[in-house]
């Protein structure tokens, strides 16, 4: 490099610039972790929800059976009527509501947990019957 004075203050300003340009970076840096973090968050809730489809696939499946068998029907007629009606009708909704609104990552959220609460209460309401039914057998 020369000493000439020209060179010598192009060179300095060249430093300066390089180091101005570094002023942003941790704000860069944080908005790219928060880029990232905002990635996970939605892939997980993607996969969460297919999860979820899955789930509902299975309880669909689950609820055709009974409902096509209806095991119920002599033991308790009016708890075979509330499933095949009621849980029909929750599917159907339940269902609509997992084709009109998967875009939005907050509905994604809360359709899953609606799944969840549908299913524990599914099964809840299937163990209870079953129970009820053996003790009558039972007696």
Not at 19 to 24: L, P, R
Not at 46 to 64: E, W
Not at 128 to 138: C, D, G, K, P, Y
């Amino acid at each position: 490099m020369s000493k000439d004075p020209e060179s010598l203050k192009k060179y300095k300003d060249q430093e300066t610039n390089v180091e101005d340009s570094y002023d942003g970076y941790d704000h860069d840096k944080k908005k790219t972790e928060q880029y990232n973090e905002m990635m996970s968050v939605h892939s997980l809730t993607q996969r969460t929800f297919y999860q979820c489809l899955c789930i509902l696939l299975a309880l669909g499946i689950g609820l055709v059976v009974v409902v096509a068998q209806n095991p119920y029907e002599y033991t308790s007629p009016i708890a075979s009527n509330m499933l095949s009606w009621g849980g029909f009708t929750v599917y159907v909704l339940i269902v609509f509501a997992v084709v009109t609104c998967k875009k939005d990552a907050s509905t994604m959220s809360v359709l899953n947990l609606v799944v969840a609460f549908v299913l524990g209460l599914g099964l809840g309401f299937l163990t209870a019957l079953n129970i009820t039914v053996q003790t009558r057998t039972m007696n």
